[in-house]
T-cell receptor, first 112, second 109 residues
Framework: EPEVTQTPSHQVTQMGQEVILRCVPI?????FYWYRQILGQKVEFLVS????????KSEIFDDQFSVERPDGSNFTLKIRSTKLEDSAMYFC??????????FGQGTRLTVV | GQNIDQPTEMTATEGAIVQINCTYQ??????LFWYQQHAGEAPTFLSY????GLEEKGRFSSFLSRSKGYSYLLLKELQMKDSASYLC??????????FGAGTTVTVRA
């Protein structure tokens, strides 16, 4: 069964450093998303991406965040200068139709 | 804004039935999703409702009433592996998902 894959599974970084989280969406999907989940809290929408551009973003997705689809298969989330409060599980998701999504296994980001 | 409410915890016995309710008040509605999430893992898709009524999928069923802003997820013939968090999520007019805080279901032998 096709699945969304994310790398790395766990990333530890120092405050102020840049991180790039990588995702390979399901191949025939057209809509891509990043969500995050701070430990013990609910899943929060960050950004949606369609047709090579951002279609929606939340208040969390400020200027420190960016997304890119550098080639036909990868979808990345960059955090330019990480803060302690960026520590969370980051989920990539994709779908053929807008909205409902299949999630990757997540990258646990720990900022120290 | 989005307001999605579901109970924090529920406990049930193996083989029993549990119903998880979800009420929502959202700016726009374009479907309601239920996801299962085991601790430390990703949410996995369970069901989707966009029209009123019941959708059945094996041991899991989901119901929606748009006029009442209400949905439930029904888990039948509970198994130990069903112990997890169940997330109610509403898709808005911009097609993004807003999640509730999740209901932790504990299945006891």
């Amino acid at each position: 069964e096709p699945e969304v894959t994310q790398t790395p599974s766990h990333q530890v970084t120092q405050m102020g450093q840049e991180v790039i989280l990588r995702c390979v969406p399901i191949s025939n999907h057209l809509y891509f998303y990043w969500y995050r989940q701070i430990l013990g809290q609910k899943v929060e929408f960050l950004v949606s991406f369609y047709n090579n551009e951002i279609s929606e973003k939340s208040e969390i997705f400020d200027d420190q965040f960016s997304v890119e689809r550098p080639d036909g298969s990868n979808f990345t989330l960059k955090i330019r200068s990480t803060k302690l409060e960026d520590s969370a599980m980051y989920f990539c998701a994709s779908s053929r139709f807008p909205g409902g999504a299949f999630f990757g296994q997540g990258t646990r980001l720990t900022v120290v | 804004g989005q307001n999605i409410d579901q109970p924090t915890e529920m406990t049930a016995t193996e083989g029993a039935i549990v119903q998880i309710n979800c009420t929502y008040q959202t700016s726009g509605f374009n479907g309601l999703f239920w996801y299962q999430q085991h601790a430390g893992e990703a949410p996995t898709f369970l069901s989707y409702n966009v029209l009123d009524g019941l959708e059945e999928k094996g041991r899991f069923s989901s119901f929606l009433s748009r006029s009442k802003g209400y949905s439930y997820l029904l888990l039948k013939e509970l198994q130990m592996k069903d112990s997890a968090s169940y997330l109610c999520a509403v898709r808005d007019d911009d097609y993004k998902l807003s999640f509730g805080a999740g209901t932790t279901v504990t299945v006891r032998a």
